[in-house]
Nanobody, 115 residues
Framework: QVQLVESGGGLVQPGGSLRLSCAAS????????MKWYRQAPGKERELVAT????????NYVDSVKGRFTISRDNAKDTVYLQMNSLSPEDTAIYFC????????WGQGTQVTVSS
C-alpha cells in the first residue's frame, strides 16, 4: 500500500532554514508527480510545491517562490522541500502527497517559525 512518511520539521527562528523529507513506498515513485502541501491553524490546506516525475518541472505557490525548493531522488524514493528565509507565516503542518486513483497523504510534519 502507498505510504508517505514526512520528517525534518521543527522549531526554527525567522530567517532560518529547514529541509523536509518524504520517504515513499508502495508504488513506483519515479512514475509519479509529487506535491508538498501545508495547513496552518484555522486555514485550509494549501498547495506549496509540485515536482514532475523526472524533476524537469517544478511549480510553487507565489508566497514561497525564491525561498523554497522542491527536489526528488528517484533512487531513494524520496522528495524534499528545502525551505529558506522562513517567516512566521510559514508555520504549518507540511504534508507530502501523490495521486494514484485517489490522493494519498503522509501524516505531516510540524514546522514552527518563531523567535
Amino acid at each position: 500500500q502507498v505510504q508517505l512518511v514526512e520528517s525534518g520539521g521543527g522549531l526554527v527562528q525567522p530567517g532560518g532554514s529547514l529541509r523536509l523529507s518524504c520517504a515513499a513506498s508502495g508504488f513506483t515513485f519515479s512514475n509519479h508527480e509529487m506535491k508538498w502541501y501545508r495547513q496552518a491553524p484555522g486555514k485550509e490546506r494549501e498547495l506549496v510545491a509540485t515536482i514532475s516525475s523526472f524533476a524537469n518541472i517544478m511549480n510553487y505557490v507565489d508566497s514561497v517562490k525564491g525561498r523554497f525548493t522542491i527536489s526528488r531522488d528517484n533512487a531513494k524514493d524520496t522528495v524534499y522541500l528545502q525551505m529558506n528565509s522562513l517567516s512566521p507565516e510559514d508555520t504549518a503542518i507540511y504534508f507530502c502527497s501523490m495521486w494514484r486513483g485517489q490522493r494519498y497523504w503522509g501524516q505531516g510534519t510540524q514546522v514552527t517559525v518563531s523567535s
